[in-house]
């Protein structure tokens, strides 16, 4: 059974930062790639990285580069998004999500539609 489990989200200020976890089970890193995605209240899902660690493919939103870092730790089956400088813009509900093979060629990585599985999200709130 394919699991993806968020962990890391939590209420902190600006300027701070935190390390969100995407635990996977069911598949392996060398299988699938990882996406990051945020929704906040009342806005659309968007994508904010990806990693896919078969051939160490990483990408980033625009608004998110320079402070976001995705990795993996493939023996741990799990992929983290370091948050450094947190804005309340930062502010929402993120999901990882997963998409069989690389996301090198795709034509939009940020798309959900390219990700068969789903975590249940983990809440980041940021305070001005």
């Known amino acids: 059974e394919v699991q993806l489990v968020e962990s890391g989200g939590g209420l902190v200020q600006a300027g701070g930062s935190l390390r969100l976890s995407c635990a996977a089970s069911?598949?392996?890193?060398?299988?699938?790639?990882i996406g990051w995605f945020r929704q906040a209240p009342g806005k659309e899902r968007e994508g904010v990285s990806c990693i896919s660690s078969s051939d160490g493919y990483t990408n980033y939103a625009d608004s998110v580069k320079g402070r976001f870092t995705i990795s993996s730790d493939n023996a741990k089956n799990t992929v983290y998004l370091q948050i450094n400088s947190l804005k309340p813009e930062d502010t929402g509900v993120y999901y990882c999500?997963?998409?069989?093979?690389?996301?090198?060629?795709?034509?939009?990585?940020?798309?959900?539609?390219?990700?068969?599985?789903w975590g249940q999200g983990t809440q980041v709130a940021v305070s001005s």
């Open positions: 999500a997963a998409s069989r093979g690389t996301l090198r060629y795709s034509n939009y990585w940020g798309s959900f539609y390219n990700y068969e599985y």
């Open positions: 069911g598949f392996t890193l060398d299988e699938y790639s």
